[in-house]
């Protein structure tokens, strides 16, 4: 299957300082991208949609100016936490749809485990 | 809204076993349904897609049925391995504000014992 690169695996960071995740499609083109959070034991909760060229579309109730989206290129998005806090703690995993494959199959990165202290 | 559920939340079973997974779907109109596997703090492997328009897919030892109908889905693994200990997730997908978006399930987290 399709293949999508996830960048850094884990990262600890002091509160306060801003945080960068990297997702990219190593084998096909992403013109849209999702950024999933997971907290323990619990499902995966779309945060929002990474559209290449435009502004990203966020959930309800995920702060757009705390969780930045950029979508620059058909191969790269990136997340970047801002001002993060210890509640901020979790693990973000991002999905690019294979649009070769039939019916637009979901593949995943391997995750960024964020640890804020 | 679209509620997926995945009972039990847990299963232990000697290896050999053949296993049923059930998954449960509120809304009928997807478009697909993918089943996942998840390694403890890893992303998720894609096993299976089912297209609404299939009842199933098999690949190896996993087979998965779909029944749009009665918004249900079931993962059926054959003999099973300690390897495939892990969690399986669910997911459906449909449209939601103009985009095709994936809603999960909280996942099944299987131990195979040797």
């Known amino acids: 299957g399709a293949v999508v690169s996830q960048h850094p695996s884990w990262v600890i960071c002091k509160s306060g300082t801003s945080v960068k995740i990297e997702c990219r499609s190593l084998?096909?083109?992403?013109?849209?991208m999702f950024w999933y959070r997971q907290f323990p034991k619990q499902s995966l909760m779309l945060m929002a949609t990474s559209n290449e060229g435009s502004k990203a579309t966020y959930e309800q109730g995920v702060e757009k100016d705390k969780f930045l989206i950029n979508h620059a290129s058909l191969t790269l998005s990136t997340l970047t936490v801002t001002s993060a806090h210890p509640e901020d703690s979790s693990f973000y995993i991002c999905s690019a749809p294979d649009g070769r494959a039939v019916n637009t199959e979901a593949f995943f990165g391997q995750g960024t485990r964020l640890t804020v202290v | 809204k679209q509620e997926v559920t995945q009972i039990p939340a847990a299963l232990s079973v000697p290896e050999g076993e053949n296993l049923v997974l059930n998954c449960s779907f509120t809304d009928s109109a997807i478009y697909n349904l993918q089943w996942f596997r998840q390694d403890p703090g890893k992303g998720l492997t894609s096993l299976l897609l089912i297209q609404s328009s299939q009842r199933e897919q098999t690949s190896g030892r996993l087979n998965a049925s779909l029944d749009k109908s009665s918004g249900r889905s079931t993962l059926y693994i054959a003999a099973s391995q300690p390897g495939d200990s892990a969690t399986y997730l669910c997911a459906v997908s449909l449209t939601q504000g103009g985009s095709e978006k994936l809603v999960f399930g909280k996942g099944m987290k299987l131990t195979v014992n040797p």
């Open positions: 084998d096909f083109q992403a013109t849209t």
